[in-house]
Each structure stands twice: as structure tokens, then as C-alpha cells.
């Protein structure tokens, strides 16, 4: 069933542009991961999306712009930054998809536990 499914699949939290679903899955370590899946909620590989970058905004410092890179799997785009503590932090995630950049600001939710 399309759209049935915001369940997230590798315990992050699951975003939608218009068919397209995508999952941010953010950690305290600095270690984040960006899935897609199509409408019915299927994997698809991360190439799907271009330019995938995200920009850590912390109340106490300067904005940390990650840009990410597919993993070695081909599953995710995956970005490496600083250690995440306190609170009132967000991230800009960006990417390109059909040639269109797309952006959105998320609170930073840490990995659910699975």
C-alpha cells in the first residue's frame, strides 16, 4: 500500500517528498545516514539522489556542514561530524532528486533503538 508505511526500517525518522520517502537517521556520535524508498516504501539505492549534504545548526556554535557520500553497500548516503550534545540542535538535509535540490530542517532526533 503506498504511503501506509512511516514506519522507520533502520530506526530514524521517515520524511516524504511528493512519491518519494526518506529516512534521516541521525546519531550523537556524528555518525547520520540518509536512506530512500519509493511510495510503497521499498529500498532504493542511494544514487536515487544526488548532492546528499547536512548542516548540523547547534545553539552554542558555528553551523557543521557534512557533505555525505554513498556507502560502500550503495544502500545510504552516510556523513561523518562532531560529537551532537545539548539541546536545540537541528539539521538541514539536502539533496537532489530529478535534478531538483530539495531541503529540510529537522530537529535532531537521535537513532530510536531497535
Not at 516504501?41 to 544514487?47: E, F, K, T, V
Not at 546528499?52 to 557534512?66: M, N
Request: aromatic residues 8%.
Amino acid at each position: 500500500m503506498a504511503h501506509g508505511d512511516h514506519n522507520p526500517h533502520h530506526g530514524g525518522t521517515v520524511y516524504m517528498l511528493k512519491e518519494l520517502h526518506y529516512e534521516v537517521v541521525l546519531e550523537r556520535d556524528g555518525h547520520h545516514l540518509v536512506y530512500f524508498s519509493d511510495a510503497a516504501r521499498q529500498d532504493l539505492p542511494a544514487s536515487v539522489a544526488s548532492s546528499v549534504k547536512l548542516t548540523v545548526k547547534r545553539a552554542s556554535s558555528p553551523p557543521e556542514i557534512l557533505d555525505a557520500s554513498i556507502d560502500q553497500s550503495g544502500e545510504c548516503w552516510i556523513a561523518h561530524g562532531n560529537v551532537v550534545e545539548g539541546e536545540g540542535t537541528t539539521v538541514r538535509v539536502d539533496f537532489v532528486v530529478d535534478e531538483t535540490p530539495y531541503f529540510i530542517d529537522v530537529p535532531f532526533l537521535p537513532r530510536t533503538t531497535q
